[in-house]
Structures are given as structure tokens and as C-alpha cells.
């Protein structure tokens, strides 16, 4: 078996703040493979957005403390330079961030912007062949007429295309593992299936290794072909994305699965999951599910179970895994 392209191992990011401690990423481990698609889902305030900006370096801040390792290539990049990690991102890692127009400068022209993306990596690069390459990239991501929207603003492009734009960026010099940040966000869903179809063509296309964040599971099913649910810091399920949606194996998955409308089943009402996520520096003990969940048990409030494996290449940090045995269980307690 080839060595994936990214694997991060017991990944811990703690925070010193004011408040105290802040645990926003608390023991994370995942593998990524070149031309894969890993989607890591959960709500906001999960550490999903931590754990890759961690990949690219980019929370290396004076109160910030990172543990675990992060090998891209077999190369552990938290013991990287800084002078190394700039090398990397843009080149050989990138990023898309969440919002393009905060992303974009929106003095400079995007064609301007693209051309900077290029030379800063290639500086052997002339500004013309740089330019030509911008206008190849606008194109492969559908940007109509490409030779004239290069010297558009980015005011002056739509919320596509300016994602589009932050895709032709993040492309510009071929990366070999590409990190989509909520890439859909404010998007209405038809440029949103756009975008997705976008990424997944490249993707097959380039070879490139996909990891998608976000909290639309239905973003999952079109792009993923395994996925990580993050709770509170940890990953609490992971498995291919079929056995997500066919045999969730965690109460929190069920639950967001269950507060998906779905087009093949008849719902008088959506499930909730009560209450909301614990901020980071006040995690429950036990459990750190435990208050919301609805198969809860004492046991669950004094242990924090590990990621199990419950088959081959499905694991859930639950102690009551797997949940059918436990339901039926329960029904039985219940008819005695």
C-alpha cells in the first residue's frame, strides 16, 4: 500500500487565552490519499477549520501550543520552518478560505492577484507568461471570457466567481493536496453544485488530494469519499462516506442526519439535537456528547471513549457502538 499524502497523527491545538485554556483541536487523526476526497464535517466551533489551518501553518501564533505530528509526504511539517512552510503553501499545499471577497484583496485586479499567486513560486516566471497562465486558469474554472475578467476588480465579480477566482489561485501551481474550507458558503445552491463539480473534475483531472470542511452533509455526499464527523475537538466517526449515510454509527451523526430534509422519505418534522456545542475551554467530563445525546447512560458521563474500530474501515468514539444492538436493547429493557 502506497504511503498517503497527508496523515496527520494525534493532532492537539491548545490555545492560552484570558479564559483559560482553550482546547480547540484535542487529539485528531486522519490519512489522505493522492486523488481522494476526505470530507471532515460538524458545526461550527468543532475545530475543523483549526485543524487545517494547522496543516498550512498558519496558527503558529505566541499562545498557541501544537502537538501531534503532521506528515505531508512523510515530512513532519510542524517541526517545518517558516521559510519551509511558505514554500509549501501555494505550491505544493493551498488552501480555499471561506469568504473570497475577504480573501481577495479588492485594491488589485484578480488577473493581478493570480500573477502574484504564480510568481511568487516561480519567480524565473516572466509577468506575461505569469499572466498567460491566469488567463489559462480563469478558464479551466469557467470564468467566461477570461481575457477580459482578468482585469475586473473582484467587486466586479459575482460570489462564483469569486470563489472561482480563490479556486484558479489555489491551482495556480498545481498543488498536490488542496483544502477547501467551506467552499459553498453564501452561495446560492446552483453555483454551489457548480463549484462542487468544479473541484471534483479537478480533482480527477489533477490527481489531487481533496480535503472539504464543512457542515452540509449533502456537500459530503457529492465530494467525499471518506469522511471524518468532528465533535468538540476530536473525531467522534469515520468511515466511507456509503457507510455515513447507510449505517451511522454515532448519536451525533444520526442526528445531523436526522435535521437533513430527504427527498425519499416522508418526516412530519426534522430531528433536533438539543442544546448546542460546548465552547471550547468547558468540555463535559465523560462523554463530551453526553448532554445532548439521547442514548446517554450514566457510564457515558465518567468515560471518553476512543475512536473504535467497529469494521475495517469504520470507527465511532461511542460506548454504545454499535447503536442498533444498544436501541434493541433498550426496547427489550423496556418491554420487561
Aim: glycine letters at 8%.
Amino acid at each position: 500500500m502506497p504511503s498517503p499524502l497527508l496523515e496527520v497523527k494525534d493532532l492537539r491545538v491548545q490555545f492560552e487565552t484570558e479564559d483559560g485554556i482553550v482546547k480547540a483541536v484535542d487529539g485528531i487523526s486522519y490519512s489522505v490519499e493522492s486523488g481522494q476526497a476526505l470530507g471532515i464535517v460538524g458545526e461550527s466551533g468543532s475545530g475543523k477549520s483549526v485543524s487545517s489551518l494547522t496543516v498550512m501553518g498558519l496558527t503558529r501564533f505566541t499562545n498557541a501550543r501544537i502537538e501531534g505530528e503532521i506528515l505531508f509526504e512523510g515530512r513532519d511539517l510542524l517541526t517545518a520552518s517558516g521559510e519551509d512552510m511558505r514554500q509549501l503553501r501555494g505550491n505544493d499545499i493551498a488552501m480555499i478560505f471561506q469568504d473570497p471577497l475577504s480573501s481577495l484583496h479588492p485594491y488589485y485586479k484578480v488577473g493581478k492577484q493570480l500573477v502574484e499567486a504564480i510568481r511568487a513560486h516561480h519567480p524565473e516566471s516572466s509577468k506575461q507568461a505569469a499572466r498567460t497562465k491566469a488567463i489559462e486558469l480563469l478558464g479551466m474554472v469557467d470564468i467566461p471570457d477570461p481575457k477580459r475578467r482578468i482585469d475586473n476588480y473582484p467587486h466586479e465579480f459575482s460570489g462564483g466567481m469569486r470563489q472561482r477566482a480563490m479556486i484558479a489561485m489555489a491551482l495556480a501551481n498545481d498543488p498536490k493536496l488542496l483544502i477547501a474550507d467551506e467552499p459553498t458558503t453564501a452561495l446560492d445552491v446552483t453555483v454551489q453544485a457548480q463549484i462542487l463539480a468544479l473541484i471534483g473534475r479537478l480533482q480527477h483531472e489533477l490527481n489531487t488530494a481533496v480535503v472539504i470542511i464543512t457542515h452540509d452533509l449533502g456537500v459530503i455526499a457529492e465530494t467525499a469519499d471518506e469522511v471524518a464527523v468532528m465533535y468538540a475537538g476530536r473525531v467522534v466517526e469515520r468511515a466511507p462516506v456509503a457507510d455515513i449515510f447507510n449505517d451511522p454509527q454515532h448519536p451525533y451523526t444520526l442526528g445531523l442526519l436526522g435535521s437533513m430534509p430527504r427527498i425519499d422519505e416522508e418526516r412530519e418534522r426534522l430531528l433536533v439535537i438539543e442544546g448546542s456545542l460546548p465552547p471550547p475551554g468547558k468540555v463535559p467530563a465523560g462523554c463530551r456528547f453526553h448532554p445532548r445525546c439521547v442514548f446517554g447512560t450514566r457510564e457515558c458521563t465518567l468515560q471518553d471513549p476512543p475512536l473504535l474500530a467497529l469494521a475495517a474501515n469504520h470507527g465511532a468514539a461511542c460506548l454504545h457502538a454499535p447503536v442498533e444492538q444498544f436501541v434493541r436493547a433498550r426496547a427489550t429493557e423496556g418491554v420487561a
